[in-house]
């Protein structure tokens, strides 16, 4: 582990759960905390380990993937700066249900059991914000088992773009979006709930109505209207 910047400059920590902290405070979690940059494809924590902390990304994307009893595995759900992994282990005191993969370099910060305990008795608004948090990803999760049932493929990838344009996208000088997707295509399958194959025909029928033109790992879209079209057709 390396010595990270302090914590009274993370340009993250005011839009965490950590955003309620006073400088008493938060210097406690500075000495508290260590961190590590890790690269593309190397694992942070793995599913069923005991939970010994919590995750701060500062820098980066993380996939949370889960694994069946038969090995197979899905991606449930992306965390990138700004937000904390490993905190319903914390919670629930039971190993972590997930795994934590780098998808892109990500610098992030661990903080032990001790010191976040000692900071929730100390602020209890921190685990007010952890229940709000908690609160949003299970609406989302509900949102995505309800889409799953009703959208088609194409429109679940549709949707799923216009969530990562907001994390990943950027305009180009013709004024076309660029969404670089941190996912592999068999990964995005899994996002969407769906089978590889059923993924593939939905990105050629996106190309060939020219919503949507995929290049690698971007996804290029020229008329914003026609992808929101996808899911909403009178939005």
Known sequence: MKTAAGCFACQTRER????????????Q??????????????????????????????????ALRK?????????????????????????????????AEAVTDSTICFIDQAAVRRLLEQNPSIGHNFLTRLAQ???ESEQARLDANTLSVRARLAHLLLVLKDSYG?????????????LARQDVAAMIGARPESTSRAIKALQSDHVVRFEGRDAIVDDLDRLLDEIDPEH
């Open 29 to 62: 979690l500075n000495a508290a905390k260590t961190h590590n940059t890790y690269r593309t494809g190397q694992t942070i924590f793995y599913q069923r380990n005991p939970c010994l902390g919590i995750y701060c990304i500062m820098e980066g994307t993380v």
């Open 67 to 99: 694994t069946d009893a038969a090995g197979n595995s899905v991606i449930v759900r992306l965390a990138k700066a700004g937000q904390t992994i490993g905190y319903r282990a914390f919670f629930a005191r039971s190993p972590y249900e997930v795994s």
């Open 16 to 27: 965490s759960e950590w955003c309620t902290l006073v400088p008493g405070e938060i210097r």
């Open 137 to 139: 990803d299970l609406k």
């Open 170 to 182: 950027r305009v180009d000088d013709d004024g076309n979006i660029i969404i670089e997707l941190p």
